[in-house]
């Protein structure tokens, strides 16, 4: 443990082993990882920035009813934390302050799981809370002071009062989530919702029975997630390649041509706001408003239409494009949409290109797609050129060259093992390529966690460039971020609501799962995907920099820009 907290050179952590999983007093422990530290130091010291909050709601059909109800949702959860440990886990910092570790506990008996899944379950209740309207505490939760406390726990769950169904028997049930970043990813989320739904339509007795068998050692060290920098293969065969191999990235990173500046968001407010606004405390039983975060965050969701979100579908069907690729360009058409608007006597040659910034999944480096809490930072960007509305092109024909853009962009990140000519293989390592891609963005992380430590604390963190110090101007902005996932299964987490659920069972079925985050400054985070035949969208936005009534704007010019007008369609001429 002492050695491996003495290791201070900035590659010590890459693909050595650094963060193995220990066997300690009271569970199992390791180091976090350098993305994991980086989002820990966030929330650490920004009053939960980044902190992930994630809106579940589902319809249940059960004859349960008050404390048996509670009782089994409470053995679920309990469960769902065993099976996914970081939810019960801890960050504690050990030998240098600036580095925390993980610590999961062994609990000793089932009892002891359920009773600390209890202190990480709230059950609001309508009249001595106050709580009606989920999304309203939803808001109130991202402004208020830090949800979580690593020392103690790094994920909190609430459950909403039950709302009755017009059909007899079935009950609106809904629960948020708030959980720090250093242990969940969008795609971690996703599946830790559905499981938990279907941890929810086990038997109680079953669940109990789970239980027992999930809180033994080896159950629990069978579920440890490593640190995915633990998973990054040598970047060479021989010592002598290797350090050949990270100086010419240091310098390729010192010479890079910056990418171009992008319009700003034209979302954003004239002149920013110079603090956050404390919200009225409404919840005080529940939450803590006796600190406000540095920034206000804000949260939107909304749905295109079925003819708006079919003709997307199609559009990037006819043009080979993912639906993830579609999402990204119509957020860029929006944007470019509103740019025009603010700006309508810009000069056309003056209009600069929009630059979306997403986050990268490295699943596919590991050769695997069930690993959890695993992501990378945002990349720097997907470029698509402003096409004005007076560009010679129609509505279609723009998207259709836009997404082609954004397809050939995206593709440039992705794995591929082998590579067809020299010219490929050159841009396979280059800086911008695939195969130098976890390098880059190691990199990138170490100098990101040392940009946001507290100044006693940086030092701590060695520069990895050196004298080869990436210079200022060569890094732009982007317009906002887009993480779009594509189209989204809920198959596995979707029951038969007519079905019987008997005297003591429960039948849940999930019908939506929204997330969103504390933001960093002026972020603009927007989060699409495919669902049910529809395009969902959400977004996550820094109050301080943007103005609400423009995203009230945008969100329409979103939902109106694929909008068919009439039956008779004209065909694109592209």
Request: hydrophobic share 45%.
């Amino acid at each position: 443990m002492g050695e491996a907290s003495s290791a201070r050179h900035w590659l010590d952590r890459y693909g050595k082993g650094y963060h193995a999983w220990a066997r300690d007093s009271n569970g199992f422990s390791r180091p976090c990882g350098l993305v994991e530290l980086r989002f820990d130091s966030d929330g650490r010291y920004f009053g939960g920035r980044a902190d992930v909050n994630a809106l579940l709601t589902t319809t249940v059909s059960t004859r349960l009813s008050g404390e048996a109800l509670r009782q089994h949702l409470l053995l679920a959860f309990a469960l769902l934390r065993l099976r996914h440990c970081l939810l019960g886990a801890k960050a504690e910092l050990r030998t240098l302050e600036v580095e925390p570790w993980f610590s999961v506990g062994v609990p000793a008996s089932a009892d002891a799981a359920v009773r600390d899944a209890s202190l990480a379950l709230r059950f609001l209740d309508k009249e001595v809370d106050g709580v009606e309207d989920a999304a309203d505490f939803y808001i109130h939760a991202q402004n208020v002071a830090r949800i979580v406390m690593p020392g103690e726990v790094l994920a909190r769950a609430f459950v909403f009062p039950i709302e009755e169904e017009e059909v007899k028997g079935r009950r609106k049930l809904q629960f948020l989530f708030v959980m720090a970043h250093e242990i969940v990813d969008g795609l971690s989320s996703m599946n830790w919702m559905a499981d938990f739904t279907r941890i929810m339509n086990l038997p109680t007795k079953q669940i109990r029975r789970d239980i027992e068998t999930a809180i033994l050692p080896e159950s629990i060290r069978a579920c440890l997630p490593p640190a995915q920098e633990d998973l990054y293969a040598p970047v060479a065969r021989t010592k002598a390649l290797t350090r050949w191999f990270w100086a010419i990235t240091i310098v390729l990173r010192h010479v890079k041509k910056p990418m171009p500046a992008a319009f700003p968001n034209p979302l954003r407010r004239d002149t920013p706001l110079s603090a956050s606004r404390p919200f009225t405390p409404k919840y005080p039983n529940v939450l803590d408003y006796s600190q406000t975060p540095p920034l206000n965050t804000f949260y939107v969701r909304f749905q295109l239409s079925p003819a708006a979100s079919q003709r997307l579908f199609r559009l990037c069907k006819e043009a080979k494009a993912s639906v993830g690729a579609g999402g990204f360009v119509l957020v860029g058409m929006a944007m470019m949409a509103l740019h025009e608007s603010r700006y309508p006597d810009e000069p056309a040659l003056a209009r600069r290109p929009f630059v979306g910034s997403f986050p990268l999944n490295p699943r596919p480096f590991f050769n695997t797609k069930l690993l959890e809490s695993v992501m990378l930072a945002f990349s720097t960007g997907i470029v698509l050129p402003f096409l004005p509305s007076n560009a010679g092109l129609d509505l279609e024909g723009r998207f259709r060259l836009l997404v082609r853009q954004a397809t050939r962009q995206l593709s440039a990140y992705q794995k591929r093992t082998t590579t067809t000519n020299g010219g490929g293989a050159l841009a396979y390592m280059g800086i911008n390529g695939a195969g130098r891609l976890l390098a880059t963005n190691y990199i990138d992380g170490v100098e990101k966690l040392r940009s946001i430590l507290p100044a006693h604390l940086s030092d701590a963190v060695p520069s990895p460039q050196g004298a080869y110090e990436v210079p200022v101007w060569t890094v732009s902005s982007s317009t906002c971020g887009v993480s779009s996932v594509g189209r989204v299964d809920w198959s596995s987490a979707r029951f038969d609501l007519t079905a019987d659920p008997g005297a003591d069972g429960v039948i849940a079925s999930v019908e939506s799962l929204h997330s969103g985050v504390r933001v960093r400054d002026t972020e603009f985070l927007v989060g699409t995907w495919g669902e049910d035949g529809i395009l969902s969208v959400g977004v996550s936005f820094d109050g301080n920099f943007i103005d609400e009534a423009n995203v009230h704007t945008w969100v329409e010019t979103m939902k109106s820009l694929l909008e068919v007008a009439d039956a008779t369609e004209v065909k694109s001429r592209l």
